[in-house]
Nanobody
Framework: QVQLVESGGGLVQAGGSLRLSCAASGRTFSNYAMGWSRQAPGKEREFVAAISWSGASTYYADSVKGRFTISRDNAKNTVYLQMNSLKPEDTAVYYC??????????????WGQGTQVTVSS
């Protein structure tokens, strides 16, 4: 079992930045790929970024490529999502997850409770 707790969400103006953190506890964090997904009201959940257990491989959805950066610190059992040049359409609840790979179709087994990100225009 892996417990995941997100933090760092909030309200920011368009063009601003936020850094989300996800702290993991339980089973060995470094065994898992880590991903971030988001869900806006009335929309399907979107898989936006992922990083392999070693950090050597990453994935970004086209909608965030060039603006978001995912990273991890296995010594701190934490994964980060640096979000720059934020747009109102980035408004959503952001969830971190632990799974087997960096691709959207890879299985993810553990999910956090989510953190709200709101970008005002």
């Amino acid at each position: 079992q892996v417990q995941l707790v997100e933090s760092g969400g909030g309200l920011v103006q368009a063009g601003g930045s936020l850094r989300l953190s996800c702290a993991a506890s339980g089973r060995t964090f470094s065994n898992y790929a880590m991903g971030w997904s988001r869900q806006a009201p009335g929309k399907e959940r979107e898989f936006v970024a992922a990083i392999s257990w070693s950090g050597a491989s990453t994935y970004y959805a086209d909608s965030v490529k060039g603006r978001f950066t995912i990273s991890r610190d296995n010594a701190k059992n934490t994964v980060y999502l640096q979000m720059n040049s934020l747009k109102p359409e980035d408004t959503a609840v952001y969830y971190c997850a632990a799974g087997l790979g960096v691709l959207p179709q890879d299985p993810y087994y553990y999910w956090g409770q989510g953190t709200q990100v709101t970008v005002s225009s």
